[in-house]
């Protein structure tokens, strides 16, 4: 692969996705300057232990960062982390940091990611009431978690429903809140959520579900307990909200690159600027079978990554992933394969009740998605199948083997 000339590559956003495609660059030999520029003052370190080994405090730091930190000196890579890009001026090629140095690119990636979004909630400003989104973030929970004896989950959806089982696992009492009927109910339905429901319930979590978050009560400036529209109130000792996330798009906004809940991107991970790409979280990417859509998970970060370097460096290949992730909660691991918010057929293979099934969604005739709860082979094997017309009864039927039905 030819280099980009004489160019010099910015990376703006120093996570998963910038670490991914930085490393892809040095892998295909492009020897030019490369400039990682990241707000966190940290090197790039993957999230998802944040919720699970590290916030129990059975993983490190060091354990979590995606490369040594010597890793970029060794590799020529200047990177500026504890620096904010303001802005990407496309016209002059030149990034803005937040203290007024302008850096220049021939070619730039955007992989800002996205951070925590905080809904009008009374009493969110208190002292006590958490979110996860950064490892401090996971720190400030731990201790938190080793001061009081009772927890409030704000919102059940993956950070929420990981952090209650981490909670409970590390011996607090746990309480959680959600509009929802069960959790995880709208990424993935309510057949599977019922499931994660059963399972938080036997691990002693109280559900509080069905109700929209009223307030956050405190007494002296601290959060004391969580109200929901219903009228129940949970009393606690910390409070850890988990409402969704907003795409960092900050730094493009006003340079002229579309912007629609997330930097759009085309079948190449290309922005409208040409030349500047985007990646990861913040990137909404026109998707071959899904259309339009912006994922917020670490195997798409390291894909899209890899393909953004390999986009920057001249390749045509459209980025067609069908999107794979996993979660842990207790001993359950959860893993998904596909993208969908609305299907027309459920089928489940295997037993909802034992935990261990997969729900199949269809949608005319063609397989969307497959959500998998100890079932991670199954999964897997499910990921060919994904955007094909699919039997449903043969999907239902332990019998057969998805390899062959995927024709593999
Ligand atoms: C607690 C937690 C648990 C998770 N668990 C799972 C899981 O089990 N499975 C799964 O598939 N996914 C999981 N995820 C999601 C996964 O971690 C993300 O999808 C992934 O981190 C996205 O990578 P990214 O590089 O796009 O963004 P990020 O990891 O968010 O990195 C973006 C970086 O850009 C920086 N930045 C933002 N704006 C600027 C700016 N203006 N200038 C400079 N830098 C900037 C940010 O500070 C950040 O460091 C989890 C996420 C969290 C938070």
Known sequence: MAPVGPGAIVVVGAGLAAASAVGELRRREFDGRIVLIGEEPLPPYERPPLSKEYLRGERDLGSVLVRPASWYGEQGVETRFGTRAVA???????????????????????????????????????????????????????????RGSRACVVGMGFIGAEVAASLRTMGLDVAALDVFGVPLERALGPEVGRAIDSLHREHGVELHMGSPVAAIEGTGGRARA????????????????????????????????????????????????????????????RHPLFGPVRVEHYDNAIRMGVAAAAGILGEREPFADPHWFWSDQYEANLQVVGVASEWDRLVIRGSVEERSFVAFSLSAGRLVMAAGVNRGRDVRRAKKLIGREADAEALADEGTDLRELAGV
């Open 88 to 146: 990407l001026d496309v016209r002059s090629r030149e990034v803005v940091l937040a203290d007024g140095e302008r850096v220049e690119f021939d070619r730039a990636l955007v992989a800002t990611g996205a951070r925590n979004r905080r809904l009008p909630i009374p009493g969110l400003d208190l002292d006590g009431v958490l979110d996860l989104r950064t490892a401090p973030d996971a720190d400030r929970i731990r201790e938190a978690a080793g």
């Open 226 to 285: 969580v109200t929901n529209e219903r009228g129940d109130r949970v009393a606690c000792d910390f409070v850890v909200v988990g409402l969704g996330v907003r795409p960092n798009v900050e730094p493009v906004e006003g340079s002229g690159i579309e912007v629609d809940d997330g930097i759009l991107v085309d079948a190449h991970l290309e922005t409208t600027a040409p030349g500047v790409f985007a990646a990861g979280d913040v990137a909404r990417h």
